[in-house]
């Protein structure tokens, strides 16, 4: 979503990606974004998505949910659109706190990053921010789990008017804050007195060292900020094997289930097919950053078919982790079904 105003263009990417749901007609889609986007603008961006997902045929469900509920130890806040065209409920993943893979469950931040410390040599993307002597003395007031002080309780020489979300510690016993993109838009270690590293992050996102971020620091806490938890997808992932598999209760009513019938949408007539004989779940991913959904479900034993992505760092970190799935570098936001410039362009 954009935050300038509602004709920000990057309001209108869901655009884009729903012109080539109806191209490709899957089962079933999952689309992530910020918490504020069912309500921004009225929810008219919103309400459109869900509206032209019904017209395509599918049951649209869609949840609030909060990654540290589900093993993630970082409160992260995130709206889920799950559709169907597939009989029967779907159920979003009830809370829990499970290792899917090689995704650690962890529920607090001592357990996520305290091995890490100092030992910046020894770890892929764990680069501390040269912070200046001003803002070292000013994380030495901040105790573990708190913010800083109001001006007029700081020595003259550290005070400023304004303090960003930054200056805020986190305490080694509850969960992170959640991670916003930006070179210095991490929040205070718990005991050190500097920035968190983009590896540190990275472990409160539930990524796996092995998970390597490229570019500058400024660009790895970016693709870091931006990124699903691998560990949440993962979850989503197994319960949408679920809801493919029928093994949801179809007598259920989901609260989760937004009604578009009797609005005036039609939705298009599912067809029946006959059933794959392919065991494995496969997935085509969109907007893929550096790889958090695609790592969340190749973990819960999906096979990735294509990720399409345009940010040079984000395709880098993507072709470096997740090399046996196919990278397209387009730019979505063209037509395929009418743009010849389009990489997805079919005559």
């Known amino acids: 979503m954009g935050d300038k105003s509602s004709c920000d263009p990057r309001n209108f990417l869901f655009e884009s990606y729903l012109r080539v749901i109806e191209w490709v007609r899957p089962k079933c889609v999952l689309m992530e974004n910020v ?27 869609s ?10 130890p970082q409160i992260r806040k995130r709206v889920f659109v799950f559709a169907t065209r597939m009989n029967g409920c779907y159920h979003f993943p009830h809370p829990s706190s499970s290792d899917v893979g090689n995704l650690s469950n962890n529920p607090n931040v001592g357990d996520a990053i305290m091995d890490l410390l100092d030992n910046y040599d020894k770890f892929e993307n764990h680069i ?63 005991t050190l007195n500097r920035s968190l590293t983009p590896r540190e992050a990275a472990r409160l996102q539930s990524f796996p060292d092995s998970h390597i971020f490229t570019g500058t620091r400024a660009d790895q806490c970016k693709l870091v900020g931006n990124a699903v938890a691998p560990l949440l997808a993962a979850k989503l992932a197994q319960s949408i094997t679920s809801h493919l598999k029928n093994k949801t209760p179809t007598s259920a009513i989901s609260k989760d289930l937004i009604c578009l019938r009797g609005q005036g949408f039609t939705p298009i007539k599912k067809t029946s097919k006959k059933k794959s004989t392919t065991t494995k779940m496969t997935f085509v991913d969109f907007f893929s950053g550096a790889g958090g959904f695609a790592l969340g479900l190749t973990q819960a034993g999906y096979k990735g078919l294509l990720s399409v992505e345009i ?20 730019d979505l936001s063209l037509n395929p079904l009418k743009n010849p410039k389009s990489p997805l362009y079919f005559k």
């Open 311 to 330: 940010d040079d760092y984000a395709c880098a970190a993507h072709e470096k982790n997740l090399k046996d799935i196919p990278l397209l570098k387009a």
């Open 128 to 190: 501390p921010l040269n912070h200046t002597d001003v803002v070292i003395e000013r994380y030495k007031y901040i105790p573990e789990g708190g913010k800083l002080p109001p001006p007029e309780e700081l020595p003259v020489e550290i005070r400023r008017k304004n303090f960003g979300n930054t200056y805020q510690r986190l305490h080694r016993l509850r969960p992170s804050t959640t991670m916003v993109p930006g070179n210095n838009a991490f929040p205070i270690h718990p």
């Open 35 to 61: 918490a504020g986007f069912k309500n921004m603008y009225g929810g008219v961006f919103y309400d459109k998505l869900c509206h032209k997902l019904s017209l395509l045929g599918y049951d649209v469900y």
């Open 63 to 72: 949840k609030i949910i909060d990654s540290s509920k589900y093993g993630v």
